[in-house]
């Protein structure tokens, strides 16, 4: 029999698929080493308010790795997700983002500031994450009523009863939510309504053709609508022309990010003054 199974993993043997195994778990292992020896860091992209003030920023995790240069997370965020490694790493995201997030609250130019920070499907469903979030406020000192935990639809793909309980616990911590590229994902609107959320996300698709896609449009406006309607904030992520920003304050929308205002850096700069 196991011959068989031998025979038959030769027959189905498939050279690029296999040099794609190999490279992925190469970069499995550099993933590994960088989680222990460091190597990542958070670069902030800036949100704006109505009157165009700065309210906070998006933390966006950066790998440094050590031969090929900065990878951007949709090169390696999937490669952590199916391999567990989102765990430790998101931790070490939350932790670091914590840290800036205590640091801005001692300078009177940013102690308002808000931070996001993106939380992965296996990272929200793994059974210590409440009680990490809690150790991560407690050791750094951060106001969790200044972090936003970005969720994605894909969340309530799982037992809803269970995720709401879970953000119930942390919003008794202080944090908030932001639904996360919205528009894109399963949501219905029924769950839509009992999640305990602050804010919806306008995915950058819909921003891209907002002004040249009629079909964008209407979805961008029905966001909006539903934020209003249900007492949510909405922000419109990937703004980057003064077009697309106009569009959306016409109809509504709260806050804004996007290259027009900012790309993400390593370091907050705000009025000249370099806050690490
Ligand atoms: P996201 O959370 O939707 O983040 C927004 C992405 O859009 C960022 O890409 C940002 O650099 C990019 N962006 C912002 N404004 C513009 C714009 O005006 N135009 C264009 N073309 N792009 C814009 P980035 O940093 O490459 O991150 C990609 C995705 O990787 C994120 O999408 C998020 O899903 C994931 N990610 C990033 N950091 C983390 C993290 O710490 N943890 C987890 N779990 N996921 C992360
Ligand atoms: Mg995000
Ligand atoms: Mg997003
Ligand atoms: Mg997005």
């Not at 950066?62 to 998101?90: C, N, Q, Y």
């Not at 269970?162 to 942390?170: A, D, G, N």
């Not at 590229?181 to 907002?210: C, E, H």
Request: proline share 5%.
């Amino acid at each position: 029999e196991a011959k068989e199974a031998g025979r038959n993993t030769l027959r189905f043997f498939d050279p690029v698929m296999q040099a794609t195994v190999e490279a992925s778990s190469a970069l499995e292992s550099d993933l590994r080493r960088s989680l222990r020896e460091g190597g990542f860091a958070l670069h902030y992209q800036p949100q704006l308010d109505r009157d165009g003030n700065p309210t906070g920023a998006e933390a966006l995790v950066r790998w440094l790795h050590p031969e090929k240069g900065m990878i951007s997370p949709a090169d390696f965020i999937p490669l952590a997700e199916r391999t567990g490694l989102i765990v430790p790493l998101g931790n070490w995201v939350l932790e670091a983002a914590c840290r800036q997030l205590a640091a801005w609250q001692q300078d009177a130019h940013t102690a308002s500031l808000s931070l996001a920070v993106n939380v992965s499907v296996r990272q929200f469903r793994h059974p210590d994450f409440v009680e990490e979030v809690e150790g991560v406020i407690r050791r750094t000192g951060a106001n969790p009523a200044r972090l936003k935990l970005e969720l994605t639809e894909s969340l309530l793909l799982d037992d809803v009863e269970e995720i709401i309980s879970k953000m119930t616990r942390l919003r008794q911590l202080g944090v908030c939510f932001s639904l996360d590229d919205f528009g894109t994902g399963y949501s219905s609107l029924a769950y839509l309504k009992r999640l305990p959320i602050d804010q919806l996300k306008i995915d950058r698709s819909f921003v891209r053709d907002v002004l040249t896609d009629p079909n964008d449009a209407v979805i961008a406006r029905t966001i909006i609508a539903l934020g209003h309607s249900l007492g949510l904030n909405v922000l419109a992520e990937g703004v980057e022309t003064e077009a697309q920003h106009r569009f959306l304050l016409e109809h509504g929308c709260h806050h804004f990010q996007g290259f027009l205002f900012g790309r993400p850096r390593p370091v907050w700069r705000e009025a000249g003054v370099v806050v690490v």
